[in-house]
């Protein structure tokens, strides 16, 4: 079978820590250009200024890879699916949920693939949590997101920006897991969020959730963390307490700790390929719609202006 010519369209901090090595490693794609507006590109591959351009003059491409900010994901998309392009979108998959509910029908119309990829979904304790809490009760639910935005976000500022989610950025990813995991759906009943006064975005939040046969589920999401960082969900059942840390990666159990190797965006791709080769889309936006609720939903305060 030929290999998927695909585009990376966007190189920033994640396509060149994780996209580029993923394709790279994975035979059923093959990286045919990348598009970017300041960066260069990677040596020996046709680099185009925008997505335009590619498609216009280009290569053909079978597939992109939208790794921009969220915020100008939707123009892309589009465009490339007019063209019957399959489309990955990075998290969150869209600036809002009508946009991304767009985009599925424009998929399904043409016939090609969307895929809203959550990366934290395929790290290695993610499916074992799911199976395991499968069948037990849920008593209680402790997600803690915390984390330097100053070390893993510096000089982003369209994080900050309306679309771009602020705390939510990394905290979509806890989200994406806990709506992966849990048996049944959660909510928002009420929360705070704390919007520096030069900001648009949250830099943290406070949210109390139930799932819909009353567990409770509380949300500390915080960006000012120094020091030890943490990528925590605990969950008190009735055979006992589950722990995914390190962003899913380490999962405890009663019975003991586990932890694999890195296979997120190896997963991510080996998924994209799949959906590819058997037409189909995979676009779940409860991690966004939970987010979305968020920001209709909880008090805001207004804290102090940060700076990167
Ligand atoms: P980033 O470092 O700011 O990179 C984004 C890149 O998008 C920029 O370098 C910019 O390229 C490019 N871009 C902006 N507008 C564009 C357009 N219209 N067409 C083509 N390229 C455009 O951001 P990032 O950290 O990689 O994050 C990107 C997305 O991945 C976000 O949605 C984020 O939530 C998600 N993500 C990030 C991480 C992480 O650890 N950083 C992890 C998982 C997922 P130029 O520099 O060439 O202008």
Same mark, same amino acid.
């Given at each position: 079978?030929?290999?998927?010519?695909?585009? &990376?369209?966007?190189?920033?901090?994640?396509?060149?820590?994780?996209?580029?090595?993923?394709?790279?490693?994975?035979?059923?794609?093959?990286?045919?250009?990348? &598009?970017?507006?300041?960066?260069?590109?990677?040596?020996?591959?046709?680099?185009?200024?925008?997505?335009?351009?590619? *498609?216009?003059?280009?290569?053909?491409?079978?597939?992109?890879?939208?790794?921009?900010?969220?915020? &100008?994901?939707?123009?892309?998309?589009?465009?490339?699916?007019?063209?019957?392009?399959?489309?990955? *979108?990075?998290?969150?998959?869209?600036?809002? *949920?009508?946009?991304?509910?767009?985009?599925?029908?424009?998929?399904?119309?043409?016939?090609?693939?969307?895929?809203?990829?959550?990366?934290?979904?395929?790290?290695?304790?993610?499916?074992?949590?799911?199976?395991?809490?499968?069948?037990?009760?849920?008593?209680?639910?402790?997600?803690?997101?915390?984390?330097?935005?100053?070390?893993?976000?510096?000089?982003?500022?369209?994080?900050?920006?309306?679309?771009?989610?602020?705390?939510?950025?990394?905290?979509?990813?806890?989200?994406?897991?806990?709506?992966?995991?849990?048996?049944?759906?959660?909510?928002?009943?009420?929360?705070?969020?704390?919007?520096?006064?030069?900001?648009?975005?949250?830099?943290?939040?406070?949210?109390?959730?139930?799932?819909?046969?009353?567990?409770?589920?509380?949300?500390? *999401?915080?960006?000012?963390?120094?020091?030890?960082?943490?990528?925590?969900?605990?969950?008190? %059942?009735?055979?006992? %307490?589950?722990?995914?840390?390190?962003?899913?990666?380490?999962?405890?159990?009663?019975?003991?700790?586990?932890?694999?190797?890195?296979?997120?965006?190896?997963?991510?791709?080996?998924?994209?390929?799949?959906?590819?080769?058997?037409?189909?889309?995979?676009?779940?936006?409860?991690?966004?719609?939970?987010?979305?609720?968020?920001?209709?939903?909880?008090?805001?305060?207004?804290?102090?202006?940060?700076?990167?």
């Amino acid at each position: 079978m030929d290999p998927i010519r695909i585009a &990376v369209v966007g190189v920033g901090k994640i396509a060149r820590d994780q996209h580029l090595p993923a394709i790279a490693g994975n035979r059923a794609f093959g990286l045919a250009a990348t &598009v970017s507006p300041h960066d260069p590109g990677v040596e020996g591959v046709p680099h185009f200024a925008s997505l335009d351009a590619l *498609l216009a003059g280009g290569p053909a491409v079978d597939a992109v890879a939208l790794c921009t900010p969220p915020q &100008v994901r939707y123009d892309l998309a589009s465009s490339a699916l007019a063209r019957g392009v399959h489309v990955f *979108l990075e998290k969150p998959p869209g600036a809002t *949920l009508a946009e991304v509910a767009a985009l599925h029908s424009q998929a399904d119309k043409v016939g090609a693939t969307l895929f809203a990829a959550w990366h934290s979904r395929f790290a290695a304790g993610v499916a074992p949590a799911r199976a395991w809490l499968a069948e037990r009760r849920i008593d209680k639910v402790e997600i803690t997101w915390r984390e330097d935005v100053r070390v893993w976000h510096p000089g982003q500022a369209w994080i900050w920006e309306p679309g771009g989610l602020g705390v939510f950025d990394p905290g979509i990813n806890a989200l994406s897991i806990a709506t992966r995991i849990l048996p049944r759906p959660i909510f928002l009943q009420a929360g705070t969020l704390e919007i520096p006064a030069n900001r648009a975005a949250p830099i943290a939040a406070d949210l109390q959730f139930r799932d819909t046969a009353g567990a409770p589920v509380h949300m500390d *999401l915080d960006w000012r963390q120094t020091g030890p960082q943490s990528w925590d969900i605990v969950i008190e %059942t009735d055979a006992g %307490t589950l722990k995914l840390s390190s962003g899913g990666a380490v999962l405890t159990l009663p019975s003991g700790t586990s932890h694999d190797e890195d296979h997120e965006y190896p997963g991510l791709y080996a998924r994209f390929a799949t959906l590819i080769r058997t037409g189909q889309s995979d676009v779940d936006i409860d991690p966004l719609r939970l987010v979305a609720d968020a920001f209709l939903r909880a008090t805001r305060v207004s804290v102090e202006p940060f700076e990167d």
